[in-house]
């Protein structure tokens, strides 16, 4: 079986350090993307920050913008409702040319999606044999250097499951705005009181700031609501779970080219209304996040 080497020297513990007995991936300063607004999408594992995001990029793209998704995830799924297919990783195609990344053109790792948007998979090392926080910055450094991020308004960085590594994190070295995907039950809404500790975390040695809250495969928001209004976060587009939804997936087409249904053109309509309130400069939001315990008491019911 091929090994993937992921070079130790990018491991590196940022001064100061994101958080108490952080050890990070600190990407290059001076790979930065440039003038575009850049997104971060996390989210529980499952909870649709792959649909979430490419619908998001699709929006993005019928309001004029020239848009470029990352995922940012090993199984390389992030865009194939954007391109109809799988397409390699950059980690993939770099192992193709040993890692000679000067010998890549262009198309080799970027592809083509639905009305114009830009599709790359970054994915990342064997399970157990790296870190996904180089792979994220090899990518960003390939596309800096191929001038593609030049003429781009929105980039999305579509990330795998919770923060738990440094690596997984490194998105939000690049991001203006991380945005959380979650849905209204208590696992949901647990791992996003985690992600709003690790983006308080790098914010305090980059530009990121929480963008707010997109609420996902549910009827209501109560519980949601409820943390929100502890920790000072806000709720900026709510998706209900409905099957038109599950069936664009398994058609590989984002809900824009589902055959309009009111239902469809609601999320449509939806989507394109969170799209055009991200282009506007949105204040941060300062959120604080909960204990374990003290999260574990507030939801549920009396």
């Known amino acids: 079986m091929n090994t993937v080497c992921i070079p130790t020297s990018v491991l590196k513990t940022a001064k100061p350090p994101d958080g108490d007995g952080s050890v990070q991936v600190h990407l290059d300063p001076n790979v930065k993307i440039g003038n575009a607004k850049v997104f971060a999408i996390y989210g529980k594992g499952g909870i649709g920050k792959s649909t979430t995001s490419s619908n998001l990029s699709a929006a993005f793209s019928k309001l004029g913008k020239r848009v470029l998704q990352i995922g940012c995830d090993p199984k390389h799924d992030s865009t194939f409702t954007l391109t109809g297919k799988l397409v390699p990783t950059v980690i993939d195609i770099l192992e193709t040319v040993d890692f000679h990344a000067e010998e890549l053109k262009i198309e080799d790792f970027v592809y083509p999606g639905y009305n114009g948007v830009m599709c790359v998979e970054a994915g990342g090392p064997p399970a157990g044999t790296g870190c996904g926080g180089y792979v994220v910055g090899q990518t960003v450094k390939l596309l800096k250097e191929h001038h593609l991020l030049e003429d781009t308004d929105v980039v999305i960085f579509d990330v795998l499951g919770d923060v738990v590594c440094g690596g997984f994190a490194a998105p939000l070295q690049h991001a203006d705005r991380a945005l959380i995907v979650t849905a209204n039950d208590f696992d949901s809404i647990f791992a996003m009181n985690r992600i709003v500790q690790a983006i308080a975390a790098k914010a305090k040695n980059y530009d990121v700031r929480l963008g707010g809250v997109i609420a996902n495969r549910s009827a209501g928001t109560d519980q949601i ?15 209900p779970d409905l099957d038109a939804i599950r069936r664009s997936r398994l058609k590989k087409c984002t809900i824009f080219e589902m055959e309009s249904t009111p239902e469809i053109v609601a999320v449509q309509e939806e989507y394109l209304r969170l799209a055009a309130s991200l282009l506007e400069d949105l204040p941060p939001i300062e959120a604080e996040s909960l204990k ?4 574990f008491d507030l ?3 009396d």
């Open 225 to 239: 609501d409820k943390f929100n209004a502890r920790v000072g976060l806000k709720t900026m587009a709510h998706f």
């Open 299 to 301: 939801l549920g019911f």
């Open 292 to 295: 374990d315990r003290e999260i």
